[in-house]
């Protein structure tokens, strides 16, 4: 492509941040498109095979108290292929959960991104105690080789009426460090996808932390006015990230 | 039902496996993968899974017509395969086994011609089940032979040709975003089977404007091309009533009636979505509007696969893409995720079955060549299904900028991928867009389209009025 002044892309390459306009040696990606394109999916990778610093994340969270559980997939080979275990709590620390009587409950899950937990997920439960005034929340519980519907089981053993289950999006190559959050109102093992409201795409370059604790306290107030989360309540809220792609109808549920 | 066994080992060593019905023999005879083991339905060992295939070899083909896999009563996909067979055509094969199935579709007596007429005689279980015994060079092969040729303003599927589709999503479904994306896939001669934008918001204003953005690129370049948005088949006909510039309907579907109701589909749906297609009469050399996707997995994933193995359900929704004669069908083969296939080897062997069944039961088969990052998968092991597809004939590839969907956020071919392809294989695109790209000058003397110089007038002329 020629220089800057007089590349005819310009005016589109604000407008996207797909890979447009890479160039070619013959037909093939250039060496510098074809490495950039690598670390990229190295990061993806790492991302989805590194592991949360569970001691770090209970610092960042303190003085708020947490309870560290793990789900029944002992490991990351198995979480990725049996998502039916990644959904249950390992028995043990089911029994050592701690009963209670709570208005909400959070649950850091590890899911598909150990970095998006690790950067975003504590200052995102502080911005929401700022603007929940008024709620009993309990100990925040850090869930290991953990899947959206183990804090269904989770909130209904510590007697919670609400669960925000923050969760490590599927990596992209432009995003690795995406959290989503999944609130679920009267919680309890067997609840469908249909019965949640989702807010996705939280990261530096996505949705703000800001943004992100609002539309999650507007939700969970109006769950607790309405005694639902899912369909119904998602047709009264402001819009949410248009980027959802854990609700993608292309194929099965990825 | 008695059941199936298969008597392995000679004296102390002699072990008898058996299988309680044929949806069990079905399921231990599919190659490994980890959406069967999800379903608890896969064969424990490598042994149980060849014994499967040895009874599966012996089995009647016929039995599939007498056996239904999912109830006849209960599901309409079943009533639909049942209901259209085509006994006639079946005749040649009527009195084969599985195992002299394959040995047929591998001969040279199995021509094309000879699998075209046998096409609406055959079941999607038959095929699938014939593609067990089958390894990946025999999918390729038997694939190889058949052609499947649809029509709209481009002609798909002709031997020797390779078309794609051009992705050009974006997060937001922002229109100068898909524009840019849109207008660098030309570029590199992409989009004769049809541009078609996943969109990030399926409602039916954002619909048509897309729509109209994609129509205002075609009739401006005076493109020989069709382009979809890939919303729910509810939305594109409000869209249609509202007067919307729609080409094509696109809708996911899957193997069962359950499964397809959690897609929010049923046959009556997508017959009457083909009919306010076709009534716009849009297309210039055919009028197949019908666009459909699968993908291995889904029915599980819906809890709604009967026990049925995921090879074999995503293959009877062949049997219905076919009923609505489609201009594209494709499998997002490595989309799902590992949950149900969990590594290179998984996928490419999907792949292959997927292009196989389909192309066997007469469905223009197309395929997404892609992995999500949890998968055990990378660039490498596409260029190796993409190789193989290409070699088997796939009617399209999907291709978006650098290979890298930012919508969402899986991979799958580049620009790059598919025009190397072209050349390498000598597998030109449509032919009607094929003398477009004729007509604009950009084929070199060897009828490749070589790479675009610094500064190039051409480039700065076609972005410059996409822009105006």
Redesign the interface.
Known sequence: ??GER?D??A???G??????????S????PTT?LLE?QL??AR??D??HGAVDFGRLAADLAPLETVRVRSAAADRATY?????LGRRLDPASAASLPAGDWDLLFVIADG?SAAAVQANAAPLVQACLTRLGGLRIGPVVLAEQARVALGDEAASRMGARLVALLVGE??????AESLGVYLTWDPKPGRADSERNCIS?IHSDGLSIAAAADKLCWLATEAARLKLTGVALKEDAPSLS??D?HN??????? | MAGYHRDLGDGSRRHRHRFDDLRALMACASPRR?GD??AGIAADSDERRVAARMALADLPLKTFLNEALVPYETDEVTRLIIDRHDAEAFRPVAHMTVGQFRDWLLSYEADGAALAALAPGLTPEMAAAVSKLMRNHDLVCAAAKCSVVTRFRTTIGLPGRLSSRLQ???????P??????T??GLLYGIGDAVVGI?P???NVPACIALLEMLDAVRTRFDLPIQSCV?A?VTTTIQAIERGAPVDLVFQ?IAGTEKANAG?GVSLSLLAEAQEAAKALKRGTVGDNVMYF???Q??A???DAHFGVDQQTVEARAYAVARAFDPLLVNT?VG??????L?DAKQITRAGLEDHFCAKLLGVPMGCDVCY???AEA??DDMDVLMTMLATAGVNFLIA????????????SL?Y?DV??LR??LKRPPAPEFEAWLDKAGWLDGQRRLP?WP??SDV??AL??SA?A
């Open positions: 492509m020629s007089n005819p892309w005016r589109f390459r407008a996207t941040r797909a890979r447009i306009a890479l160039g070619r013959g037909d093939a990606l498109a394109f990229a999916h993806a990778r991302a989805v990725l292929r049996r998502p039916d598909l599927r990596p992209g190559l432009s995003a795409n248009g980027h792609n993608n109808p292309r194929i099965g549920r990825p | 980890s083991e999800l050009p999503n974006h997060p937001t479904d922002d100068t975003g898909i524009a840019a994306s207008l660098d996943n990030a918001t399926d890939l729910h996911s897609f996707e699968t993908g997995g889904s599980l994933s819906a997002v989309f799902i995720g590992p949950e149900y969990y999500t990052n949890h990378d660039q978006v900028p650098g290979a890298d969907d930012v919508m969402l956020n899986y991979q580049s790059h025009l190397g050349h390498l790479p610094g500064g480039v700065a972005l410059a822009a």
